[in-house]
């Protein structure tokens, strides 16, 4: 059974920062492309960070700069570090993961497993 949990959302204030995490069972994210998703009311959901399975990494030009994809191969973690955070910023967090390796890492329709999501609040 394969399970993605996230962790270390929470409300804060904009120009603060957040580490959240994913951790993973059921998988060993080594073998797999990881990324992270957030939806925010009434949005699509939409890709902001991936990384391979060599760490290379991509970002939503909306957070480039400000915004970074990790992973730990020994813990099975996966970790997004955001700093600058701003209100646009506010949304569902989502951890997915991709066995295929097939497909644009912004895509969810690439990813075979997700997490339940964590929420982060920017206030102004």
């Known amino acids: 059974q394969v399970q993605l949990v996230e962790s270390g959302g929470g409300s804060v204030q904009a120009g603060g920062s957040l580490r959240l995490s994913c951790g993973a069972s059921?998988?060993?994210?080594?073998?797999?492309?990881m990324a992270w998703f957030r939806q925010a009311p009434g949005k699509e959901r939409e890709g902001v960070a991936g990384?391979?399975?060599?760490?290379?990494?991509a970002a939503a030009s909306s957070v480039k700069g400000r915004f970074t994809i990790s992973k730990d191969n020994a813990k099975n973690t996966l970790y997004l570090q955001m700093n600058s955070l701003k209100p646009e910023d506010t949304a569902m967090y989502y951890c997915?993961?991709?066995?295929?390796?097939?497909?644009?890492?912004?895509?969810?329709?690439?990813?075979?497993?997700w997490g339940q999501g964590t929420q982060v609040t920017v206030h102004s």
């Open positions: 997915a993961a991709d066995g295929l390796l097939r497909g644009y890492w912004g895509s969810s329709s690439t990813y075979n497993y």
């Open positions: 059921g998988i060993t994210i080594s073998e797999y492309r």
């Open positions: 990384i391979g399975r060599n760490a290379g990494t």
